[in-house]
């Protein structure tokens, strides 16, 4: 039964890709159909009542969305005002539904937002001052946020339906054959014989396969079983082993070319091609994973970190057999979104095919129908419970969104940063900075970037900003809470695979992940840096720069055995050379 609701929801989400447009109050409701099973009756509840309130939240949801789907032609005329007692129902019922969804999924925070602005565009009407709102009819609210575009079929659902469904299915489908040990075992080759080998094979392997997974917490899992216990063995401390893979395996999600959901729904909500966000994303990656490789040196210098062992090395021969596994997918993608300009999902689509060819054969080549079949089973189960993950988020995010932009509040709290930070843009960034890393405590970071940057984006390009610049600033800085206390859920993860310390494991991956916090700033000072296209020798220059300030403020932050007056003077060095823009002195 799993499977073949898996195997439709994939089919269902490839076939769009292919047959052109669909009215958005089908597609997009149907998409949280298939998403309903996998988190109300397959997610692994064994009591009896959350699996009898599993069949009834499954029920109601998939009788309002076949509604919706089947009546699309009528609701288009209402413009979103609920008629009779049914349609309320149905409305009030799909609410409730994607808020249980999303607290399933991924627990109380989200959920608990979404029902505070809900109660606020209802009752928001009641509030003295400037936040409260003139108020509107309940049945234009409700129908507005669930028979129309407003709401749950907004634009994120269909970044959701269109576009990351079909990165995640694609994420599956590598992951299910040899593509993550190829990844592997590059990433072994290219780095295991260096000093603290063992740890810049996990920021390789986090690497890669973050920009695959988009998920900061699937890619610890995942390399972290391979990287931890190579750590570990090793003689490396716990609470710094933890904190590499934890600190890596974050820089994932900002990793061109998929850089998880929230950078799809950048380029939905500034109207512009995938490919441009990728663009702009590749230097300040780079510059990230740089920083935690300079940090990992200067903790191999602490603890005298030695090289992998030439025997847990893999031969060339062996990396050479297993790069078709990511090079032939990779290469078809990059070829088809860059070469061909065609869409993110098409050659998303086109990379999913060659993958799923690969998986009928192991790493010696040697076909297998029936290793083809268990591995695509993996794939589609895989694909779709993720995909159902994601719904949940965005649609419940989608209820946030719909509000702000129906009572006014997201324009209202724009003009309270503006008047907070006095017009001072810095001071914005300050204030934006705190909201995403409060929000992102508890919020996944995809909802905290598209919550963020829909009531401080807009303020931050009043105050002078480009808008993709902004969205990349706040985009960083939804990440901060996956590694700073007191909630950061891939130290938690990886704390809990190598029995150390949380706090230690923090400690250590707020220095190592310095670039997080550093870069996002260095943009500002230096907007090159997300146009290497556009203007090459400005970007790079710019790039080396931020390199220098990196390692300087890492070297005063991590270096122990230096004396403080020196370590001092190389962080003041290096935030210094950051903030000081280079734009005048190529002008001149």
């Known amino acids: 039964m799993v499977a073949a609701v898996a195997a439709a929801s994939v089919a269902y989400h490839l076939w769009l890709v292919f047959t052109g447009l669909m009215p958005n109050l089908i597609s997009r409701p149907v998409h949280l159909a298939f998403a309903l099973p996998f988190v109300f009756l397959f997610a692994g509840e064994q009591r009896a009542m959350p699996r009898l309130s599993g069949y009834a939240f499954f029920a109601i949801g998939l009788v309002g969305c076949l509604w919706i789907a089947l009546n699309r032609d009528m609701l288009v005329d209402q413009y979103g005002a609920l008629e009779g007692w049914w349609q309320r129902a149905v409305a009030i019922g799909l609410i409730v539904t994607v808020l249980e969804m999303a607290r399933r999924a991924i627990k109380l925070a989200l959920p608990a937002v979404a029902v505070a602005a809900l109660a606020y565009g209802l009752l928001g009407q009641y509030l003295p001052g400037e936040l409260g709102h003139p108020g509107m009819p309940?049945?234009?609210?409700?129908?507005?946020?669930?028979?129309?575009?407003?709401?749950?079929?907004?634009?994120?659902?269909?970044?959701?339906?269109?576009?990351?469904?079909?990165?995640?299915?694609?994420?599956?489908?590598?992951?299910?054959?040899?593509?993550?040990?190829?990844?592997?075992?590059?990433?072994?080759?290219?780095?295991?014989?260096?000093?603290?080998?063992a740890a810049k094979v996990s920021i390789l392997a986090s690497a890669f396969f973050g920009s695959i997974s988009g998920?900061?917490?699937?890619?610890?899992?995942?390399?972290?079983?391979?990287?931890?216990?190579?750590?570990?063995?090793?003689?490396?401390?716990?609470?710094?082993?933890?904190?590499?893979?934890?600190?890596?395996?974050?820089?994932?999600?900002?990793?061109?070319?998929?850089?998880?959901?929230?950078?799809?729904?950048?380029?939905?909500?500034?109207?512009?091609?995938?490919?441009?966000?990728?663009?702009?994303?590749?230097?300040?990656?780079?510059?990230?994973?740089?920083?935690v490789w300079i940090a990992v040196d200067r903790f191999a210098a602490r603890y005298g970190l030695k090289a992998m062992s030439r025997d847990d090395i893999p031969a060339v021969r062996r990396v050479l057999r297993l790069a078709p596994f990511f090079l032939v997918p990779f290469g078809l993608l990059l070829f088809v979104l860059f070469a061909m300009g065609r869409t993110a999902q098409f050659a998303a689509a086109i990379a999913i095919f060659a993958s799923g060819a690969l998986l009928v054969t192991d790493a010696r080549y040697r076909p297998s129908l029936r290793r083809w079949a268990s591995r695509l089973h993996e794939a589609v189960v895989t694909a779709a419970g993720q995909i159902a993950v994601i719904a949940s988020i965005i649609l419940c995010a989608s209820l946030v969104i719909g509000v702000l932009n129906l009572t006014g509040l997201g324009i209202k709290i724009t003009s309270l940063i503006i008047s907070l930070s006095g017009g001072e843009l810095w001071a914005a960034l300050l204030l934006t900075a705190l909201a995403c890393l409060v929000l992102g405590m508890e919020v996944p970071t995809t909802a905290a970037y598209v919550i963020c940057v829909s009531v401080a984006g807009p303020a931050l390009q009043e105050l002078g900003l480009p808008p993709l610049l902004a969205h990349l600033f706040v985009f960083w800085y939804a990440l901060l809470s996956t590694i700073t206390p007191p909630v950061c859920g891939t130290v938690f993860i990886a704390a809990g695979m190598t029995g150390a310390p949380w706090m230690s494991v923090a400690g250590h991956a707020m220095r190592l992940g310095l670039g997080l916090y550093l870069v996002p700033l260095a943009l500002v000072v230096e907007p090159a840096l997300i146009a290497p296209a556009a203007m090459p020798a400005a970007a790079f220059a710019a790039a080396a720069k931020t390199a220098l300030a990196l390692w300087l403020v890492s070297r005063g932050v991590i270096a122990a055995d230096r004396p403080w007056i020196e370590r001092a003077a190389a962080t003041a060095a290096g935030l210094a050379i950051l903030f000081v823009p280079l734009s005048p002195y190529l002008a001149g």
């Open 138 to 197: 309940v049945d234009s609210f409700l129908g507005t946020l669930t028979i129309a575009e407003g709401g749950l079929w907004g634009p994120l659902a269909g970044v959701s339906v269109n576009v990351v469904a079909v990165f995640v299915i694609l994420g599956a489908v590598m992951s299910a054959g040899e593509g993550g040990e190829a990844f592997m075992t590059l990433a072994q080759r290219l780095a295991g014989r260096l000093k603290a080998g």
């Open 215 to 291: 998920s900061a917490s699937a890619n610890v899992a995942s390399t972290g079983a391979v990287t931890l216990p190579a750590m570990r063995r090793l003689g490396y401390p716990a609470s710094f082993a933890a904190a590499v893979e934890a600190t890596a395996s974050t820089g994932g999600q900002i990793m061109p070319p998929l850089m998880g959901a929230g950078a799809f729904v950048m380029a939905e909500l500034l109207g512009r091609p995938y490919a441009d966000i990728v663009t702009a994303a590749i230097l300040p990656a780079l510059l990230f994973f740089f920083a």
